[in-house]
C-alpha cells in the first residue's frame, strides 16, 4: 500500500450535533439521534469526497503529477470536489463523464466549470468503458507532455478509505456509547474506512444503486485496514432504497428530504444523503435501529447535486404554500 502522506485539504474535526426534532419524528428518543457534519468539510463546497481526496491526491502529489483525471456521473460530487482540489493545489484537472453535452448544466457541472476543469463526455457507457475512457485520457496527456495522474472512481480505494478511518477515530472521541452510524454507500471508500474504524456492526450502509456489489466493495477496500476480519455478508448493508436506479427520485426520499428540513433545517440531496435518511427511517420501522440507542447519522454533503436534479427541485418548490392573508 502507498505510503505518501495525505495532503491537508479540509478542516477537520467535523462538528456533531444534535437533531431531537427529527429523532422524534423518526420514532426514536429526543437525544438518540447526532448528525456529522461531514458537508462541512471545508473546500468546493464540502462532502465526504475531501477526506478521501486528501489521500489520493497527496499520492497523486508524491509520484509528480500536475493533472488530476477522474470519472463520474455528470452531476458527481466526487468530480466536482476534484476540480476544487486542483484548483486550490494548482493542478490542472480532466473530468471523464458518463453522458453527453447537451443535458442540464446546473448543480455539480456549474462548479466544475467555475473551478476550470475540463470535461471529457463518454456517452452512456458502462463502468468498463467509462475507466477505459479515462485510460485513453491520460494517454493522450502524456503524448502531451503532462503527468496526469488518475484517481479512481468516486475517490474509492484502500488508501483513500483511511479518510474515513479517521472520520470513525473522530465519532468515537465525540459520541459516547455509539451503536449505529448510518451512511449512504456509493463507490464504498466512506463506509469502508468507518467499518475498519469501528467495526462492521456498528454502520449501516444505505445502497444508493452505484455499484452491482456494493457490498463486495466495501469489503475489498477495509480488510486491509483492520485486524478484524471484513466479509461482504458480515456487512449492515441495506438495498431497499435504491428505487428505479442511482438518478431517480424516489418517494421516501422525497419524504426524508422534506423531514430532515422542516424538523432541523437541514438540507440533503436527492441520491445519497436523501437515500440515507430514508434507509435509517426504514431501519428504524422495522427495528434495526432502536430507540434508547445513540444513532449518528453522517451527513457526507451533496447540496449542489439537489439543484442539478431537475425533479428534485420540482418537488422542493411545490412545498412552498401562498400566504393568503
Ligand atoms: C459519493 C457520495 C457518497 C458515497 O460515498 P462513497 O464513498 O462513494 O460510498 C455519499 N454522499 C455523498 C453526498 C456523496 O457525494
Redesign the pocket.
Known amino acids: 500500500m502507498s505510503q505518501h502522506p495525505p495532503v491537508p485539504l479540509g478542516t477537520f474535526p467535523t462538528p456533531v450535533e444534535p437533531a431531537p426534532r427529527l429523532a422524534v419524528a423518526l420514532g426514536l428518543e429526543p437525544d438518540d439521534l447526532w448528525v456529522k457534519r461531514d458537508d462541512l468539510t471545508g473546500p468546493g463546497g464540502g462532502?465526504?469526497?475531501v477526506r478521501k481526496l486528501e489521500w489520493t491526491v497527496g499520492a497523486a502529489l508524491a509520484e509528480g503529477a500536475d493533472t488530476l483525471v477522474t470519472t463520474g456521473a455528470p452531476q458527481s460530487?466526487?468530480a466536482r470536489l476534484t476540480a476544487a482540489a486542483g484548483a486550490r493545489l494548482g493542478l490542472d484537472v480532466v473530468l471523464v463523464l458518463r453522458g453527453s453535452p447537451g443535458g442540464s448544466r446546473s448543480g455539480n457541472l456549474a462548479l466544475d466549470g467555475l473551478f476550470g476543469a475540463r470535461l471529457a463526455w463518454a456517452g452512456e457507457v458502462d463502468r468498463a468503458a467509462l475507466d477505459a475512457r479515462a485510460e485513453e485520457v491520460c494517454a493522450r496527456l502524456r503524448a502531451a507532455g503532462a503527468r496526469p495522474a488518475l484517481i479512481p472512481f468516486?475517490g474509492?480505494s484502500t488508501l483513500s478509505a483511511r479518510g474515513y478511518a479517521d472520520c470513525g477515530a473522530e465519532l468515537r472521541e465525540q459520541v459516547p456509547r455509539l451503536r449505529t452510524v448510518v451512511v449512504?454507500?456509493?463507490?464504498?471508500?466512506?463506509?469502508a474506512g468507518l467499518v475498519a474504524a469501528l467495526g462492521g456492526d456498528s454502520v449501516l450502509g444505505v445502497d444508493v444503486g452505484a455499484l452491482a456489489d456494493p457490498a463486495a466493495a466495501v469489503a475489498e477496500f477495509a480488510a486491509p485496514l483492520t485486524r478484524e476480519e471484513v466479509v461482504p455478508e458480515g456487512l449492515r448493508v441495506r438495498r431497499d432504497q435504491v428505487g428505479a436506479g442511482y438518478a431517480a427520485l424516489t418517494g421516501p426520499v422525497t419524504e426524508a428530504l422534506r423531514l430532515a428540513a422542516r424538523t432541523e433545517g437541514l438540507v440533503l440531496?436527492p441520491t445519497?444523503?436523501g437515500r440515507a435518511l430514508a434507509g435509517l427511517r426504514a431501519a428504524v420501522r422495522d427495528g434495526d435501529i432502536r430507540p434508547g440507542e445513540k444513532t449518528v447519522f453522517l451527513h457526507?454533503?451533496?447540496l449542489p447535486g439537489l439543484f442539478g436534479h431537475p425533479a428534485a427541485v420540482a418537488f422542493a418548490e411545490e412545498g412552498a404554500a401562498v400566504f393568503e392573508a
Open positions: 462532502g465526504n469526497k460530487n466526487h468516486g474509492s449512504a454507500l456509493g463507490s464504498g471508500g466512506t463506509m440531496d445519497y444523503t457526507t454533503g451533496g
